[in-house]
């Protein structure tokens, strides 16, 4: 069994670039949940996909965009990139919606200059 | 609102030490508290879940209660290794919350010196 996988481990970008982050859900997995975790902070809620629908979202833009897929795999999407974006992202992915164990993938970090 | 709130911020014992990291949450009302690991700009590695009808769980060195009433949980290590080095970080899901996302506390950082 496949574990949760991210790419790329890590991005540098620059302030008003666009950035594009991958998240491959563990086998049998349909719900993809996406986490920004500033240094020293725990994860907050970006959004969450389920069977390839936005099911939620947290107290972000709508510059953070993403897309779920029919093999369940998804991308997080970050517009007009700003310094307060630099963080580590994370996927979880889940078997159902409310209250399942959610799998955290290794994260990608991303650096805005 | 829940917040989710981690004390200490950051603890060091010598090996042999249990450890002892404290949770607590303002909104009894949650679907289940999830305790995670994580190792220095790694991902979150998950270490047991407790639903909320549930006092504790248990696996290996790891002892995890709950008590929602007090909006409280505890996650005891036994003796304490070098390699239990990391952060800790609890998180809980709601039961308002029809997605499951999860809320986190912003964690305790522990060291174990050999």
């Known amino acids: 069994e496949t574990g949760v996988t991210q790419s790329p481990t890590h991005l540098i970008k620059t302030r008003g670039q666009q950035v594009t982050l991958r998240c491959s859900s563990q086998s049998g997995h349909n719900t993809v949940s996406w986490y920004q975790q500033a240094l020293g902070q725990g994860p907050q809620f970006i959004f969450q996909y389920y069977r390839e629908e936005e099911n939620g979202r947290g107290n972000f833009p709508p510059r953070f965009s993403g897309l779920q897929f029919p093999n369940y795999s998804s991308e997080l999407n970050v517009n007009a990139l700003e310094l307060d974006d630099s963080a580590l992202y994370l996927c979880?992915?889940?078997?159902?919606?409310?209250?399942?164990?959610?799998?955290f993938g290794p994260g990608t970090r991303l650096t805005v200059l | 609102k829940q917040e989710v709130t981690q004390i200490p911020a950051a603890l060091s014992v010598p090996e042999g030490e249990n450890l002892v990291l404290n949770c607590s949450f303002t909104?009894?009302?949650?679907?289940?508290l999830q305790w995670f690991r994580q190792d220095p700009g790694k991902g979150l590695t998950s270490l047991l879940l407790i639903q909320s009808s549930q006092r504790e769980q248990t696996s290996g060195r790891l002892n995890a209660s709950l008590d929602k009433s007090s909006g409280r949980s505890t996650l005891y290590i036994a003796a304490s290794q070098p390699g239990d080095s990391a952060t800790y970080l609890c998180?809980?899901?709601?039961?308002?919350?029809?997605?499951?996302?999860?809320?986190f506390g912003a964690g305790t950082q522990v060291v174990v010196t050999p």
């Open positions: 998180a809980v899901s709601m039961t308002t919350d029809s997605w499951g996302k999860l809320q």
């Open positions: 909104d009894s009302a949650i679907y289940n």
């Open positions: 979880a992915s889940s078997f159902g919606t409310s209250g399942n164990e959610q799998f």
